[in-house]
């Protein structure tokens, strides 16, 4: 999922999901390479609007995951520059709106290009079986 399609998904969730406890939001790593920075660190908007829809919900930003390689761009070390940005803005907003975030500060990039899961193991899991 892509920035643009949060709003949308969770409008169309709503009726059948009228109050969720919590709500992570996992998302803008897709859109790092391809979306102007700009667009993201714009995303206030949206992260008011979804208080406004689920005003009870505990709102938690999850960071975006770095990667060893960026889809699209020639140079990771600029996306993962404007990625810390992202995250580090992006939990400030989450802050003031009275959420919190995940950091996810023990989950590094491996040795395997494409191993971007959430959960080390099973990153580990896919090295063992390539190497079989």
Do not use: Y
Not at 91 to 109: A, D, F, K
């Amino acid at each position: 999922m892509m920035w643009p399609q949060l709003l949308p998904q969770l409008h169309q969730l709503q009726t059948n999901w009228p109050n969720p406890d919590v709500l992570i939001i996992h998302l803008g790593g897709n859109d790092l390479s391809t979306e102007s920075p700009t667009n993201l660190l714009a995303s206030k908007k949206d992260l008011t609007s979804i208080r406004s829809i689920f005003p009870q919900c505990a709102l938690v930003w999850s960071n975006i995951l770095p990667r060893r390689v960026w889809p699209h761009s020639p140079d990771s070390h600029e996306v993962d520059l404007v990625r810390t940005t992202v995250n580090r803005r992006i939990q400030n907003i989450v802050s003031e709106l009275g959420g919190t975030s995940l950091s996810h500060e023990n989950i590094r990039c491996g040795t395997t290009p494409a191993c971007i899961e959430l959960t080390a193991s099973i990153c580990q899991t896919k090295a063992l079986r390539s190497s079989i």
